[in-house]
């Protein structure tokens, strides 16, 4: 332990070049993380809000929830056995505020669910963010498909779906706008797995997330950045090591002659890593936290503590693999041959 300590003392510049690139690394990964996790949310937090549960769509919808629809009947069956279960569906549209200007939404519609906002005919829930669009509690807002005029009932926060804010209508209402009579989904909450129902297929809400191709395509591409920087920083602990460990073949010889074990070599190794990774880890998590506060409103930014919690152990496994990893050589380093080569 000791020995770690001098030596990082006597060597401040190549342990600090070492602990800025994983800092820089880890703050990196961390932001994009956050980016992933905030357009997660704006993607699809109607959806990922839900408990946990199984989705049923048409076997011949082709996984695409907006060709699925549910046969009354069947739909009928499941409401009166899952007391708990609902039927929505889910479609892109437009709404006209006061100004007569378009403001895109996605309407939603339920039976009556607790899961759901329940309104009554002739009314519209939107999420808050239509506030900013200057659009108030007791607006009339209409659509060209529709033959009568939403009554602003209310706001409701973080409910969003492909980007979209969400905008709860009656199920009335909406069969009226989209000629349909039949719903697009079922839901039922607390199931941990799928009972088999005619003609439908179920999905879990991981599965069901993964049907909507915008949601799937775009974490998958952030998902692999956050990886490839973790795979990175791994690879930078082990190159390093490896060459301060080929500069130290010498001091190792040394060492190993006066009778220091090898696994000692190992833990005033894995002290040295340890000691940078939890600072350059501390500064980027406290930095991560000031731009969760500060970033700017319209930026999908969500950065939970799980989250932190989590790459921060991932950080500190592979830092500890690719110092390890690089240490390998200390195993193989005979006393007699590594003072004979001197120390570099």
């Given at each position: 332990m000791n020995i770690a300590w001098k030596e990082m003392k006597k060597n401040k510049a190549r342990f600090l070049i070492l602990g800025s690139i994983v800092f820089l690394v880890s703050l990196l990964t961390l932001i994009i993380s956050g980016l992933a996790n905030g357009l997660s949310q704006d993607n699809a937090a109607l959806i990922k809000d839900l408990p946990d549960g199984q989705f049923y769509m048409t076997k011949d919808s082709d996984q695409t929830y907006t060709l699925s629809k549910i046969d009354s009947n069947v739909q009928d069956k499941v409401l009166a056995k899952e007391?708990?279960?609902?039927?929505?569906?889910?479609?892109?549209?437009?709404?006209?505020?006061?100004?007569?200007?378009?403001?895109?939404?996605v309407f939603v519609t339920s039976t009556e669910s607790e899961l759901f906002e329940n309104v009554k005919k002739g009314e519209i829930v939107l999420d808050s963010s239509m506030k900013d669009k200057g659009i108030k509690v007791g607006d009339v807002l209409t659509n060209n498909q529709y033959s009568g005029e939403f009554t602003v009932k209310g706001f409701v926060d973080q409910k969003k779906f492909s980007h979209a804010p969400v905008a709860f209508i009656n199920m009335e209402d909406y069969k009226e706008m989209y000629r349909t009579e039949e719903m697009q989904m079922l839901f039922v909450p607390g199931e941990d797995s799928p009972q088999t129902v005619d003609g439908l297929q179920a999905f879990s809400k991981k599965e069901f997330l993964d049907t909507i191709p915008s949601y799937s395509a775009e974490q998958m591409s952030l998902n692999m950045i956050v990886w490839f920087l973790v795979v990175i920083s791994g690879m930078l602990f082990a190159i390093f090591f490896y060459m301060m460990n080929v500069q130290k073949i010498g001091l190792y010889g040394i060492l190993k002659a006066i009778g220091v074990k090898t696994?000692?070599?190992?833990?005033?190794?894995?002290?040295?890593?340890?000691f940078i990774t939890v600072i350059a880890l501390s500064l980027s998590i406290a930095l991560s936290q000031v731009f969760n506060k500060i970033a700017p409103e319209g930026m999908p930014f969500h950065l939970t503590p799980d989250t932190t919690v989590k790459l921060s152990i991932v950080f500190l496994i592979i830092g500890f693999i690719g110092a390890t990893l690089s240490g390998m050589q200390i195993k193989k380093v005979e006393p007699l041959q590594a003072i004979q080569q001197g120390e570099v």
């Open positions: 007391k708990d279960a609902a039927a929505f569906s889910i479609q892109m549209g437009f709404v006209n505020d006061s100004a007569d200007k378009q403001q895109s939404v696994s000692a070599l190992f833990k005033m190794m894995w002290t040295q890593m340890l």
